[in-house]
Structures are given as structure tokens and as C-alpha cells.
């Protein structure tokens, strides 16, 4: 059974990084797209990433100057990097399985992020 | 970005209704949209994938249709456990984008 177990710093101030990382277990790492998709009040469910496991990453371009999404196989985790953070970053954070056939089929249980002084 | 919107915003409905929720499409997407139910406090979870097929797991009473840049998503009875919102999402093409979601609420 494939499970997405995410971690990271919940409460942040503005300009700082954000930095989330979720492990995979059951599942081969390969074969799929890993990826991070947050919840915020202002646009609703928004995708920021996805990561191959070789390591090839593509991200929302309204986002690309800001993200890092990375991936450590030997662990079968991968991580969100996003920097200078504003309130506008606040909301929920999930991981989630991606393929090219069905979408997301498994999510990480979610990491809420504010961003406030 | 391909601009997804889903109608109606809110739908209040009775035990055994059948539902209807529609997801439109700002440019092609052949069939590469999916639907999630999110309840509250939960992470989104895959209903139906590429348009119209049954996620494993999934009760029958779900359905998709659609193509191009119509779609919907039915609940042919509904049941008091499929209180929550619902999402469509494309992912024909990079970034891959959500509807604004539906809120389903049981009379």
C-alpha cells in the first residue's frame, strides 16, 4: 500500500524559505512523478511541481523563480524549497503521486504553512 | 495557463438526488481531466481519472463524461457520506490546473 508521509516547518516569516520533504513507502520511487500542490485561501488548490526520479523537474510558472523541487532516491523522499515567502504563501501543503494516465491517486496528509511576522 | 471552471459554486441536494457537476475547459483537453472529493480537514482523493474512468475503490453511483473542453461529474444517488467538495483537474498540459470546486451540501 503506497503511503506519502510529509514533513517541515509550519510557521514562517515573510521572506523566509519554506522547506518541506515527504517519503514514500510502498512503492518503487521510479515510474513516477512526484509532486507538491498547496491549498492557499486566495487561489484554491494550486499545482507547484512535479519531480521525476532522475531528477528532472517542471514547475508552475508562476512560481519558477521562487521553487526547488529535489529528490533523494536512496531515501525515497523528495523535498519543496520555496523562498521568499509571503502571506500570500499561507495554506495547506500536500505531496502527491502523479502519472501521465490518472492524476494524482495518492496524497501526503497535508502540512498547513502560514506565513506571518 | 488552461483556466478551469466548474458549475455551479455550491449545490445543496436530498438523500437518493441524482447530481450533476459540470467542469469547462478554457482550450482542448482531450480527455486528461480528473475529478477529487475533498472533505473537510482531509487531502483531496481521486474519484475518476482520464475523463471517465472509475478510480479503484470508488462506488458505482460516480460517474464521468465528457471531452475536449465539457465535462461532468454525476452522482447517480446520493448518499449523506458524499458531503464535501469537489475538483475537476486537467493535466493535458503543464502547469496543470483545478476548478474552483464545487460544495456539495446533503438537505
Known amino acids: 500500500q503506497v503511503h506519502l508521509q510529509q514533513w517541515g516547518a509550519g510557521l514562517l516569516k515573510p521572506s523566509e524559505t519554506l522547506s518541506l520533504t515527504c517519503a514514500v513507502y510502498?512503492?518503487?520511487?521510479?515510474?513516477?512523478?512526484w509532486s507538491w500542490i498547496r491549498q492557499t485561501p486566495g487561489k484554491g488548490l494550486e499545482w507547484i511541481g512535479q519531480?521525476?526520479?532522475?531528477?528532472?523537474?517542471t514547475y508552475n510558472p508562476s512560481l519558477k523563480s521562487r521553487v526547488t523541487i529535489s529528490v533523494d532516491t536512496s531515501k525515497n523522499q523528495f523535498s519543496l524549497n520555496l523562498t521568499s515567502l509571503t502571506a500570500a504563501d499561507t495554506g495547506v501543503y500536500y505531496c502527491?503521486?502523479?502519472?501521465?494516465?490518472?492524476?494524482?491517486?495518492?496524497w501526503g496528509q497535508g502540512t498547513l504553512v502560514t506565513v506571518s511576522s | 495557463d488552461i483556466q478551469m471552471t466548474q458549475s455551479p459554486s455550491t449545490l445543496s441536494a436530498s438523500v437518493g438526488d441524482r447530481v450533476t457537476i459540470t467542469c469547462r475547459a478554457s482550450?482542448?483537453?482531450?480527455?486528461?481531466l480528473a475529478w477529487y472529493q475533498q472533505k473537510p480537514g482531509k487531502a483531496p482523493n481521486l474519484l475518476i481519472y482520464?475523463?471517465?474512468t472509475l478510480e479503484s475503490g470508488v462506488p458505482s453511483r460516480f460517474s464521468g463524461s465528457g471531452s475536449g473542453t465539457e465535462f461532468t461529474l454525476t452522482i447517480s444517488s446520493l448518499q449523506p457520506d458524499d458531503l464535501a467538495t469537489y475538483y475537476c483537474?486537467?493535466?493535458?498540459?503543464?502547469?496543470?490546473?483545478f476548478g474552483q470546486g464545487t460544495k456539495l451540501d446533503i438537505k
Open positions: 482550450q482542448r483537453i482531450s480527455s486528461w
Open positions: 510502498g512503492e518503487s520511487f521510479s515510474a513516477y512523478y
Open positions: 482520464k475523463a471517465s
Open positions: 519531480i521525476s526520479h532522475r531528477g528532472s523537474a
Open positions: 502527491a503521486r502523479e502519472t501521465t494516465l490518472v492524476g494524482a491517486n495518492y
Open positions: 483537474q486537467q493535466y493535458n498540459s503543464y502547469p496543470y490546473t
